[in-house]
């Protein structure tokens, strides 16, 4: 199951990757083109085999070493986890600045990033060590699972997709307060399927099928990248759960939300609250 939900949340976009990758390489002179394709190639089968991870995270993921300072504050949450069983010698902790939410993100084989918002809550004492230790646990435990394992190489691969995603994002957010690009953008699986209905109706099934694609491919990633994170999310709570860290991640995350969501996912960590059974007394006559 997990590898099925990692394969269509990340197959659309190596797929396309692969094919602009081809359509560009054909533009190119011969033998840039077939350097350029090799040479990525060869970069991410290395990748694969975990080799370049801290430069791939350095640059992919924009994550640097830890200073002594932030080494020094997260050393207490780091030591707790060892006491409880993770073994966090086999991990390098690197550090993601700008990032303010308090998160711990697992990244290839021996990597957790965490978020520089993780280290400022330490460092003034807004997070106690427990809770930072579960919060951490959980990154660590995504990668000792090896469910993120090829996620560098993925994410190399994949740099052609996000790149035709950010500008179609932000062309859609500039020619947002334009009603009829408004009206267009919201009804744009309506007019896919408009499209692909009238090719159909003309026996042109080959554009039926891409116009019906093209329209549909959008909404099914989000779902299936939405079921991926969801996944990443049960593996991590059940690593922290096998750590013994449950109850602290829980105060975590009600510290940070009380949604029916999270709800559920505390009530998924600790299991049902148990209230004390009441028992009824007949006095003798």
Request: charged share 15%; net charge positive; proline share 5%.
């Amino acid at each position: 199951m997990v590898m099925t939900r990692k394969v269509l949340a990340y197959g659309p976009a190596v797929v396309v990757s692969m094919v602009l990758t081809v359509v560009v390489g054909a533009v190119l002179p011969a033998t840039v083109g077939l350097a350029v394709f090799v040479g990525g190639l060869a970069i991410m089968v290395a990748l694969l085999l975990g080799a370049g991870e801290g430069s791939a995270v350095l640059v992919l993921f924009r994550a640097r070493d830890l200073s002594s300072a932030e080494a020094a504050a997260l050393a207490p949450a780091v030591a707790l986890l060892c006491q409880h069983g993770v073994d966090m010698g086999a991990l390098r902790l690197r550090v993601r600045d700008g990032v303010v939410p308090i998160t711990a993100l697992g990244v290839g084989r021996r990597t957790v990033v965490v978020s520089a918002g993780l280290v400022a809550a330490i460092r003034d004492r807004h997070l106690p060590v427990e809770q930072a230790a579960a919060v951490l646990c959980h990154g660590a435990g995504v990668v000792l699972s090896g469910a993120v394992r090829s996620d560098p190489a993925l994410e190399f691969w994949t740099l052609p997709w996000q790149a035709i995603r950010g500008v179609a994002e932000g062309v859609s957010r500039a020619c947002r307060w334009l009603p009829l690009v408004r009206w267009t953008w919201k009804a744009r699986f309506i007019l896919a399927m408009i499209g692909a209905v009238q090719a159909a109706a003309a026996r042109q099934w080959l554009v039926a099928a891409v116009i019906a694609l093209v329209g549909g491919l959008p909404y099914l990633v989000r779902v299936w990248e939405r079921a991926w994170a969801a996944t990443i999310r049960e593996v991590g709570d059940e690593q922290v759960r096998g750590a013994g860290l449950a109850e602290a991640l829980s105060r975590f995350l009600l510290r940070c939300s009380s949604s029916p969501l999270v709800h559920e996912r505390v009530h998924a960590l600790t299991g049902p609250v148990q209230r004390p059974q009441l028992a009824v007394v007949a006095s003798r006559p």
